[in-house]
Every structure is written in C-alpha cells, then in structure tokens.
C-alpha cells in the first residue's frame, strides 16, 4: 500500500506537480515533501538522507520538543525511527530543565528561537514508529534516527487547534540557526527523495 502510494506520487512529481518540497526541513538532512495540500488532510512525506542530524540525543535532541497546529498521525515508511514524546513530571533539581521557546519555523519565515525565560522539568517516553501513531496537536514530541541511515514516515494533518502556540522546549535555547535550513525545492527533488525511498522498499 504504502509502495504503491508513493510509486503514485513519484509520477505527479514527474510530472512536475508537487512543487512544494523543502531541503533541510527543521535539521540537516531531513527533507520534506508536501504531498497533498488539501486544508485538514495535508500530507507530508519526511526523509532523512545519510548525512542527517537527526542522531539520539534524547537529552538535548536536535529538533526540540514541541507540539504542532494539528492533531497528526505518524506513518512508518523507512528504517528505524523513534517517536519521542515528552511526558509531564514534577520539579527535578537533580536533572537540567529545558527552556521554554517561542518558535518560528522556517516554513514561514525566518527560522528563529526566543527563549521566554521559563523553564520546565519533563519526562520522555522513546517508542519505535513500528505502525501509524496518532498524537493531538498538544502533544510535546522529537524525532529521533540512527547516525548514517535513510529513514522515512509519513505525517497525516488532521484537526487544527485554534489555541496552538508556536512554542517548544530545548536546552540549547541560543540555537544558531543556519541559512542552509529551509531551503525551498521543486518536483525535481521531490522525485529525487521519492526515488531514494522507493528503491530502499521492499
């Protein structure tokens, strides 16, 4: 199904019809493609290539923890991926807090962080994306892939939440963010990603 979904898309991209892709979305080597544009069923594919940063660092990960504008569903599609999410917990002076950013993506501007001067104690939960995962908008998550592999899933859109704020938790809240992000792409790297995938399937 998923084979066949994607074969799909590689001829619209063909064809030159999914021109809003992104090279490094959110961290080095991770990319997007936007599948499906339609208002509350977006589709997005995301795909690390080899040269990705998008390591375990569970404590410090490289995309920060953060919620989205939607509920989602995570699809498995490629390699070995972990959904990371971040659990409530109380007050820990024996564990560094992470700080409480205000987040602008790339997606929509320049990409930047804004450290609000509060901090907030969590716990993380690491499960392996082995089946479709559904998260509401609220719900603090990372990403996380082995060092040197191509890996890739799916993001299902769903449900917006009218009271999201753009806000996420990180302990690095002095993040330079570099210009090589977000660099918008065409239907040609789309195609180019979504062979790199299809010839990893089985």
């Given amino acids: ?48 290539t080899m040269e990705h940063e998008m390591a375990d660092k569970s404590l410090n990960p490289t995309i920060a923890y953060h919620p989205h504008h939607c509920d989602v569903t995570l699809i498995p599609v490629l390699g070995k991926v972990q959904n990371v999410v971040a659990l409530a917990t109380r007050h ?53 892939v082995p060092p040197l592999s191509v890996a890739a899933w799916l993001v299902q859109e769903g449900a917006e939440d009218t009271d999201y704020v753009p806000f996420c938790l990180s302990r690095s809240p002095d993040t330079f963010m570099p210009d090589c992000l977000y660099k918008k792409r065409d239907s040609a790297f789309a195609s180019e990603m979504l062979r790199v995938v299809l010839g990893r399937l089985p």
């Fill in 1 to 48: 199904m998923i084979k066949a979904l994607l074969e799909h898309y590689l001829r619209r991209a063909n064809r030159g019809e999914l021109p809003n892709a992104i090279e490094n979305c959110h961290a080095m080597g991770l990319h997007s493609i936007m599948l499906s544009a339609d208002p509350g069923n977006q589709l997005r594919l995301f795909i690390t």
């Fill in 92 to 144: 820990d002076a024996d564990r560094e807090p992470f700080h409480v950013c205000l987040w602008q993506s790339g997606v929509v501007g320049k990409a930047k962080l804004k450290n609000t001067g509060l901090v907030q104690h969590i716990d993380t939960q690491a499960l392996a994306l082995e089946k479709p995962v559904f998260m509401p908008a609220r719900q603090l998550h990372t990403v996380i």
